[in-house]
Every structure is written in C-alpha cells, then in structure tokens.
C-alpha cells in the first residue's frame, strides 16, 4: 500500500501525520517506508534524531529527477523498521524541472515499483500545493489521506483537491482510492473545531475518520527532537489518536 498525505493548504498537519501515522505501523512490526516529498523536508528531520543528512546524501529530488534508485537513496530513522528517502532543498525547484520530462507524473511511480515487496506500507509527505511533485506523489499512491486543520476555512481548497483526485483517476492512475479526511488540531475547548468536524463529516459523509488528532504541545516539542510524538510521549492525547486512526487506516485496507 502506498499512502500520500496531501492537501494543497499549508500547515494543516500533513508532515506531523505522516510521520506518525508510518511511525505506529512500524511499532506495530510492519516495514515502512517514509518518502519526503516536500523541500522543507520537515519529515527528514522530524525521523532522525536531530542528525541530519550528509549534505552529499541522495534525497527524493535525485529519485524524481536524476534516476536515482531508492534502495541506493534509504537511510534509517529513529524508528525501529521505518526507513526514510530524505528531502532537502534541491527537490524546490523539481516540480518546474519536471515539466520539460518525459513520463512526468509519473517516475515516482516508476522509481517506488522497485521497492513494493521490500516494505509492506509506503508513505509520501506531499508539499502545500497541487504542483507536480503533488501529482507524481497521487500517481504513484494507492490510498489519499486528506489531513484537515479544525479550523475556520477548512474546506477551502478541499473541493480543488478533490478536483484533481478525480482527473489524476481518470488520467494517469484509476487505483487511487480516498481513505480518508484526518481532522487534526481539534480544541475541545473552542466551540469552532467541533463544528468544523461536523460540517466536514456533513460534506463528505463516511470519509472522515472517526479518530480526532486533538491539540496538544507535545506533538509541538516533538519535532525538535527529531521524533514522532508516539514515541516522544506515546501516552499523550495526540499519540493515543494516531495509533486509533491507524487502527482505522488499516481497517479500511
Ligand atoms: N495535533 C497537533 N497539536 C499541536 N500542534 C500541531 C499538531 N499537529 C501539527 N501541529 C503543528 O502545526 C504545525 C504544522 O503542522 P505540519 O508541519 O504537520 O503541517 P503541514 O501540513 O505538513 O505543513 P506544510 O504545509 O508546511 O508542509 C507544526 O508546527 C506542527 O508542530
Ligand atoms: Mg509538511
């Protein structure tokens, strides 16, 4: 299964989820694969540590535009049987570089065929926009997962997203199935975030996990030590519902 977490909207917790979400289906034993596909390469950095890549280390923009073999561009994370295809800022410019390619949308597809029966699960973190590194992250997926911020203008730019699900369907890649809308940074304590989660569950009725990502500082720390926060603090709120709406993920196959 391959799994792409996108939503053209910035910082609705797109990095945070698949970082967490790959991270509990490693705990659980699986091999996982963590493919950064955004130049700010919070994924990287979110996985290792606090180390970073080697400068000369290969990353997604090699795999996307220079051929590179992911077997030959892996490196480990801090998770037991995640491994990790590292961004950096060389992958800016791909999405522009890639217009002028032959097989475009799809050489991520090609590049991951490698690597299907090494890992059970792949996941790709997609950068804030629908350009064509978005495009070859959807080609290449079986399963979207939409994470959406509980906040005011949450639909905003959902129904462009969809748009384009439906014409990469009809285009390049009829296997790609919607698994589900995440709603992430719920505050129980504002009357907005659960109305966000009521219209957004009213809009696409039976796509919305029932696992709430709810609020919490720890997954804000987590970062800085380079960690998912399931292990940063897997007893906190927010871990407690990514190992739920991985339990969803799964069910829903
Ligand atoms: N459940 C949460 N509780 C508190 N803070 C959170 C939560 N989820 C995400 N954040 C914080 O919100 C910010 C945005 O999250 P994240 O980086 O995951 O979003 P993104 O969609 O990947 O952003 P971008 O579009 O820039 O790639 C980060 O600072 C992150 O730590
Ligand atoms: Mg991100």
Known sequence: ????????????????????????????????????????????????????????????????LDGARVPAVV?????????LVPSGPDLAGAA??????????????????EVRDAYSFVFIDCPPSLDLVTINALVAATRLIVPVQCE??????????????????ARLNPDLVIAGLLMTMHDPRTRISGEVVQEVRRHFPGLVFDAVIPRNVRVTESPSHGEPVIRYDPHCAAADAYFEVTKEIVARG
Do not use: F, W
């Open 1 to 64: 299964m391959i799994y792409a977490l996108a939503n053209q909207k910035g910082g609705v917790g797109k990095t945070t989820s698949t970082v967490n979400i790959a991270a509990c289906l490693a705990e659980a034993g699986h091999r996982v694969l963590l493919l950064d596909a955004d130049p700010q390469a919070n994924a990287t950095s979110g996985v290792l540590g606090g180390d970073r890549p080697s400068p000369d280390a290969a990353t997604t923009a090699d795999v996307l």
């Open 152 to 169: 005011y203008y949450a639909l905003e730019g959902l129904s462009r997203l969809m748009e384009t699900v439906g014409e990469v369907r």
């Open 96 to 113: 522009v570089e890639l217009v002028a390619r032959p097989g475009r949308d799809r050489l991520l597809r090609d590049a991951l065929t």
């Open 75 to 83: 490196m480990p994370t801090v998770v037991p049987g995640l491994d």
